[in-house]
């Protein structure tokens, strides 16, 4: 079946450090990618996404590429900042057959200190 | 406007109580989705309506009871629940199936 795999958490950081969260896939086919965040106490928000190939997706500064040739889909950013720390998602829906589930990653955490 | 906006913020029941937990987008998505997230783990699908249509039932017990009232609503009736199904409650929307889902805030549930 599908499943997504992520750097295990916490990840513990200075302000405008170099972030990278490696998330790599396992489906059939060729499914969309997606990087959501959780902030404390919310809901899941949609951070970017890609649904091919060699796509990148980005958005606030976070940049993520679909890398079909090694199943990743790593995300990344140049400088981070204290607001920040979240749980991170890494998630993936097939394009095909009857399996339309979001398969989560297991979260991220990233704490950004000042 | 990507907002799903999920009522009440917080529910504390206890174990005979019957209580709703209610969702609603105005995107004009025609998929709908109960999660359940417990802490420091992913959520986990409940249920799936696409086009008003109840779709997928991920085996969830019967003393929780979704409904869809039309497009833009999505209802969880709660009855009889146990202090293990104490979490935040996320409601989800995407325009179909495999398309990206926006999600509310959440209800965080208490069971007592």
């Known amino acids: 079946g599908d499943s997504v795999t992520q750097m295990e958490g916490p990840v513990t950081l200075s302000e405008e450090a170099f972030l990278t969260i490696n998330c790599t896939y396992t489906a059939t086919g060729y499914p969309s990618l997606f990087w959501y965040v959780q902030y404390p106490g919310e809901g899941l928000q949609l951070l970017l996404k890609a649904t091919k190939a060699d796509d990148k997706g980005s958005n606030k500064g976070f940049e993520a590429t679909y890398r079909k040739e090694t199943t990743s889909f790593h995300l990344e950013k140049g400088s981070v900042q204290v607001s920040d720390s979240a749980v991170y998602f890494c998630a993936l829906s097939p394009l095909e057959g009857s399996n339309y589930k979001l398969t989560f990653g297991k979260g991220t955490l990233l704490t950004v200190n000042p | 406007d990507t907002e799903v906006t999920q009522t009440p913020k917080h529910l504390v029941m206890g174990m005979t109580n019957k209580k709703s937990l209610k969702c609603e987008q105005h995107?004009?998505?025609?998929?709908m989705y109960w999660y359940k997230q417990k802490a420091k783990k992913p959520p986990e699908l409940m249920f799936v309506y696409s086009y008003e249509k109840l779709s997928i039932n991920e085996s969830v017990p019967s003393r929780f009871s979704p409904e869809c009232p039309n497009s833009s609503l999505l209802n969880l009736h709660l009855h009889a629940l146990q202090p293990e199904d104490s979490a935040l409650y996320l409601c989800?929307?995407?325009?179909?199936?495999?398309?990206?889902?926006?999600f509310g805030p959440g209800t965080r549930l208490t069971v007592t």
């Open positions: 995107m004009g998505h025609r998929a």
């Open positions: 989800a929307s995407s325009q179909a199936y495999r398309f990206e889902q926006y």
